[in-house]
C-alpha cells in the first residue's frame, strides 16, 4: 500500500510539476517587467483538451485591438465560403442603360474602372442612355462606432463604404525648393482638396496635418520641413465623391459618350446582360486582414457577410447578428463580450482573454484562418517574436495604451496551445507591453 501511495505521488508531481513551473515562470515574467498586474489579462489552453494551462483576470473584459479580427474575419469567411469572390461587376439591359453593380471591394483600384469602361466601349457600347450605381451590397455608414474623431487624417483607419476605391486613400506629395522657402505640394490624383502650406524647405523631413472639421472638411493644414521629396498618404473624406470622379475620368479616357448623372438602382433580375466584371479573392482579404491588419478589408468583409446572413444590405447590425448566431451554433457564451466593429479599432470593443482562447480551440483545425495567420516575419511580425521562428502564428493588436497577442503556439514540448494576451496600461510604453507579450510566450513555450 505504501509503494502505491509513493507511486501516486510521483505521479502527481510529474502532472503537475510542469504546470507549477509554467505558472511560476509567466508570474515571474509579469511582476518583473514592471507593468501593473491588473492590467493583464491572459488565458492559455491546451488546443487538444481545452484544459488551462495558465489564466490571469481571464474573464475581466478587455479591449482587444486588432486581435478582433481573428473572430470577425473567421465568422465572415464560414458564411461567405472559401470561394467568395468580391465582384464589382458592368450590365446593360435592353434599353441601353448601364448598372454598376458594387461589391464594396477594398482591392477595387481606378484601373479596374478604367479596364470595365474599356470593355464596355469594345463591345461597342459608346452612348448609354442613363448610368445605374448598384451600391446596396453594405450600408452607408463609413466609420465605426467609438472611432476617434481625430483619427480621421490617420491612413491606417480611412472610410469604407460601397465606394471603396483605391484603398480609399490620396497620395500627397511633398518637395523640397530653395532652403528656408515654402515646400511644393501636390496631389497625384484630382481631388477638392484645398492646402494651407506652411511647410518649408529644411534639414529634416518632419511635415505634420491636420484639419478642423467644424471648420472646413476640405481644408487641411501642412506643417513642418522638408529635406528630400517624400509622400503621405490621405484618407478620402468623401470616398463616394472620390469614386465618381475616377469613374467619370475612366469614361472621358475611353472616349464614351455619356455626361449625364450616376443613379443609385438596383441591378435588375430580367433583362440584362454582364458586360464587364473585376474579381478579388478571398484569400486577398485573409492576407490583408490577418497579415497586415488593413481595418478597411476588415470591416467591408464583416458587413458584406452580415448582409449575406440576412440576404439584404450588410451592416454592423447584421454582421454582430451573424457573429451571435456563429457563437451559439459552436457553443460559445458571448455574454461576457461586445463587438461594435469588424476591425478592432473602436474602444467600446470588449473581449475577455477566456473567451478568445475557447474561440481558438474550437477553431484549432479551421484552416480558414490557421492558414493565414502570420508567423514571425511576416505582416505585423516582421520584426518581432523571432525568437519562436515557425513555432508561432497569432494576430497582434494596438490602441492607444492597449496591446494585445492572440493565437498558437507550439511549445518546447510538442503541445499546442492557444493563448490571449491583453495589456491595458497607460503608463508603460507599446515597447514595454510588447516585450511583456513575449516573455509570457517564452515562459510557455519554455515550460509546458
Not at 522638408?226 to 469614361?251: C, D, G, W
Not at 440576404?311 to 456563429?326: K, L, R
Amino acid at each position: 500500500m505504501k509503494k502505491f501511495i509513493n507511486l501516486l505521488i510521483l505521479l502527481l508531481i510529474f502532472v503537475v510539476a510542469p504546470q507549477i513551473a509554467n505558472a511560476y515562470s509567466v508570474d515571474k515574467a509579469i511582476s518583473d517587467c514592471g507593468i501593473n498586474r491588473g492590467a493583464v489579462s491572459v488565458s492559455v489552453r491546451d488546443t487538444k483538451t481545452g484544459k488551462v494551462v495558465y489564466q490571469l483576470h481571464e474573464k475581466h473584459p478587455q479591449i482587444p485591438a486588432s486581435t478582433l479580427k481573428i473572430i470577425t474575419y473567421t465568422t465572415a469567411a464560414d458564411t461567405l465560403g472559401k470561394d467568395f469572390k468580391f465582384k464589382t461587376e458592368l450590365y446593360k439591359n435592353t434599353n441601353n442603360e448601364l448598372y454598376l453593380k458594387l461589391a464594396a471591394d477594398p482591392f477595387l483600384t481606378s484601373k479596374n474602372l478604367e479596364e470595365l469602361i474599356e470593355d464596355a466601349e469594345k463591345k461597342k457600347i459608346v452612348e448609354p442612355k442613363k448610368f445605374y450605381i448598384d451600391d446596396f451590397v453594405i450600408d452607408n455608414v463609413e466609420w465605426g462606432e467609438g472611432w476617434q474623431w481625430d483619427d480621421e487624417l490617420n491612413p491606417l483607419m480611412p472610410k469604407f463604404s460601397p465606394y471603396n476605391l483605391d484603398k480609399n486613400l490620396l497620395k500627397l506629395f511633398i518637395e523640397p525648393t530653395v532652403a528656408g522657402a515654402p515646400a511644393q505640394l501636390y496631389l497625384t490624383t484630382f481631388y477638392p482638396l484645398t492646402f494651407i502650406n506652411l511647410v518649408t524647405t529644411g534639414k529634416e523631413n518632419d511635415v505634420k496635418l491636420s484639419k478642423k472639421n467644424f471648420i472646413s472638411p476640405n481644408i487641411i493644414t501642412a506643417e513642418g520641413t522638408v529635406e528630400k521629396q517624400f509622400s503621405m498618404e490621405i484618407p478620402t473624406n468623401h470616398p463616394k465623391r472620390y469614386f465618381t470622379l475616377r469613374l467619370e475620368e475612366a469614361i472621358r479616357n475611353s472616349h464614351m459618350e455619356y455626361y449625364g448623372t450616376f443613379t443609385q438602382a438596383k441591378l435588375p433580375s430580367q433583362n440584362v446582360y454582364k458586360v464587364a466584371g473585376v474579381e478579388h479573392d478571398l484569400e486577398q482579404a485573409a492576407d490583408a486582414i490577418l497579415k497586415d491588419s488593413n481595418n478597411m478589408a476588415a470591416e467591408s468583409l464583416f458587413k458584406i457577410a452580415g448582409g449575406k446572413y440576412v440576404q439584404n444590405t450588410g451592416s454592423i447590425e447584421h454582421a454582430i447578428e451573424m457573429f451571435n448566431n456563429y457563437c451559439k451554433k459552436n457553443k460559445l457564451d458571448t455574454s461576457d463580450i461586445k463587438i461594435v466593429d469588424g476591425s478592432g479599432v473602436s474602444k467600446n470593443n470588449l473581449m475577455t482573454a477566456d473567451f478568445m482562447t475557447n474561440f481558438l480551440v474550437k477553431e484549432v483545425n479551421n484552416k480558414i484562418l490557421t492558414d493565414y495567420l502570420p508567423i514571425p516575419s511576416e505582416g505585423t511580425f516582421a520584426n518581432r517574436m523571432l525568437y519562436f521562428k515557425d513555432k508561432l502564428k497569432a494576430k497582434s493588436g494596438t490602441v492607444s495604451d492597449v496591446s494585445a497577442l492572440a493565437g498558437y503556439l507550439t511549445t518546447q514540448r510538442g503541445n499546442v496551445v492557444a493563448f490571449d494576451i491583453m495589456i491595458n496600461d497607460s503608463k508603460s510604453s507599446p515597447s514595454d507591453k510588447k516585450m511583456l507579450e513575449e516573455y509570457i510566450l517564452r515562459a510557455v513555450y519554455s515550460n509546458y
